[in-house]
């Protein structure tokens, strides 16, 4: 799996940085992606699991966007003789900013998209976000009875609910690399993305304990971006 998803993010990677360009001057975007979660919870993480994502965003500049987010996936732990796994559902609201915003660029922006250097278009779609969102939990687990015992004698609890859904912070940090150059920006982009999810209610595994349950989600996707502005 982790061989599969290293290999994916370097070929796309390499066919993207030929032909890169600037972020897109076209102010709605859709894209997909797929990648390996890991789980931050009480039982510790066993190995990379497969989530995949959908999304759209709406670029208020070239450089800051607001979207949504939509995305499912597996989770698993283990240990202490026991085992947890979490199918589940997420979607969230948030907002990047790209390091362009900071950057000296001309007025007319699509001039700056067909000359830009190489090393300004990755480093001006380098960002960071962050958002609000809802999981939905899908867990089955199986718990040694000494186990669960002592998390209960030292003041936690086994969730009885495997399926509610909670409130999550999204925190993100990656590149879109658009490539294809016209007169209004790229149409296509490659996104590379880590995404951290905080959890409120520390029942990503079942467990509620006092540390509250994370986990996070690497992916690569393609973005396609609709329309022109005017």
Known sequence: M???????????????????????????????????????TDLSNDGAKFAFYG????????????????EKGKLSGSGYNSDFENNYYAANVNGKIRVGQFLDRPDNYSYYTLQANTFSRILSNVYVGAGAGAFK????RQL??????GIVDKGGEIAEDRSGIHFIIPLNVGVDIPFGRTLYGPQWAINVN?????????????????NKDQYGFVSVGVK??????N
């Open 2 to 40: 982790k061989k599969k998803l290293v290999c994916t993010f370097i070929g796309l990677l390499g066919i993207a940085m030929g032909t890169v360009s600037a972020q897109f001057s076209r102010p709605i975007s859709i894209g997909a992606g797929a990648g390996g979660t890991f789980a931050l």
């Open 144 to 149: 040694d009875p000494n186990y669960a015992n």
């Open 224 to 229: 396609y971006a609709l329309f022109n502005r």
């Open 55 to 70: 999304e759209a965003d709406y670029l208020i500049t070239p450089f800051i966007s607001v979207g949504i987010h939509g």
């Open 137 to 140: 939990n899908r867990i089955k």
């Open 194 to 210: 880590y995404q951290h999810t905080l959890t409120t209610n520390d029942n990503l595994d079942g467990i509620i304990n006092s």
